[in-house]
């Protein structure tokens, strides 16, 4: 099966038009034709099953024959990752993760950032491609970067870590978390977290934890941690 995106939908509509860009991929390249079945998520739990009305390399036209909604896993995960000083790193983090399964994404920005601006709409787009190629019908949010500082006076349910490489006693991340509800875990910069922003942070509740004997860049460590908590909840 091949699945589109179009956050737009909702179950009460009977139709909508491909983009011009989607539309010619449909008609030119996958040579769909009018009666053909096409496969529409938005994202947010529904699959769509649509058939063709027009096929149109400018505009093509379904109309909407079937809705059928999916639950959300029990388990939520929010992964805040630094930005990493090269951007093709964070945006394969970003591929990688949604195949995975993350559902929720927060660019932090730390003492030792080198990077502090993201270009929030490609992000988004990115992860929205990989929820198609990987089939799914939830798509993560991405959120805005933001200060770590800022991040931590939010409010945070649920299981909360933090991934950091100084020394001390710390149980490794699948030791440490529970099958399903909230988890959110903190990955640093290059460089790390600052002493300070870990004393916050424990102070503020999360728990340290290590993701392994080896020292991980930012992407990778962010890619483990999501793995981990996959696997605790097959």
């Known amino acids: ?19 011009r860009e989607e539309s010619k991929h449909i008609v030119k390249v996958l ?5 053909d079945k096409l496969f529409v998520t938005n994202g947010i739990g529904d699959l769509f099953t649509t ?11 379904v109309k909407i024959v079937n809705v059928e909604h999916f639950e959300r896993r029990k388990q939520y995960l929010h992964l805040a990752v630094a930005p990493t000083k090269m951007n093709d790193r964070y945006e394969w983090f970003l591929e990688k993760a949604t195949e ?7 660019p932090i920005i730390c003492d030792h950032s080198e990077r502090k601006n993201i270009k929030l709409e490609r992000f988004q787009k990115i992860v929205q491609s ?21 991040f931590l006076k939010q409010k945070h349910t649920g299981q909360i870590f933090i991934a950091h490489c100084e020394d001390g006693k ?14 959110v875990i903190l990955i640093g910069p290059e460089g790390d977290f600052s002493p300070n922003e870990i004393k916050i942070s424990l102070e503020n509740g999360f728990m340290p934890v290590s993701l392994g004997q080896t020292r991980l860049r930012t992407e990778t460590a962010a890619i483990v941690a999501c793995t981990c908590v996959a696997f605790c909840n097959e």
């Open 170 to 183: 710390k149980n490794t991340l699948k030791e440490s978390i529970k099958p399903d509800g909230k988890i």
């Open 130 to 150: 990989a929820s198609k190629q990987s089939l799914q019908y939830y798509s993560p949010i991405v959120n805005e970067a933001i200060l770590l500082k800022d």
């Open 100 to 106: 995975i399964g993350v559902d929720e994404i927060t």
């Open 51 to 61: 058939e063709v009305v027009l096929a149109s390399e400018n505009k093509c036209q």
């Open 31 to 35: 040579r769909k034709s009018d009666g």
């Open 1 to 19: 099966m091949q699945l589109f995106y179009n956050s737009s939908l909702s179950k009460h509509d009977l139709g909508f038009t491909f983009d």
